[in-house]
């Protein structure tokens, strides 16, 4: 099966995860504002699984319903 984890490789995903569990300490929610640059749809999805904490994400749908599907999962 495909997740988005075996499909796209990350460079500094141990910083941002212990930037996020760092900041979400004192039990607050976290605001992450990012470029559009590369597959940002995939990095709100990988962070959510290494951080093991919700992430939320605005996006539209994808043009491919599979990839959709693995965003969604």
């Known amino acids: 099966m495909l997740s988005a984890t075996s499909l796209i490789s ?38 959510a699984k290494v951080c093991e904490t919700p992430f939320y994400a605005l996006a539209k749908p994808s043009n491919s319903p599979e990839f959709t599907k693995i965003l969604e999962d």
């Open 10 to 47: 990350f460079d500094g995903l141990e910083e941002l995860k212990g930037s996020i569990l760092r900041e979400r300490q004192g039990g607050k929610g976290l605001i992450v504002v990012t470029a559009h640059c590369g597959s940002w749809e995939s990095v709100a999805a990988v962070t």
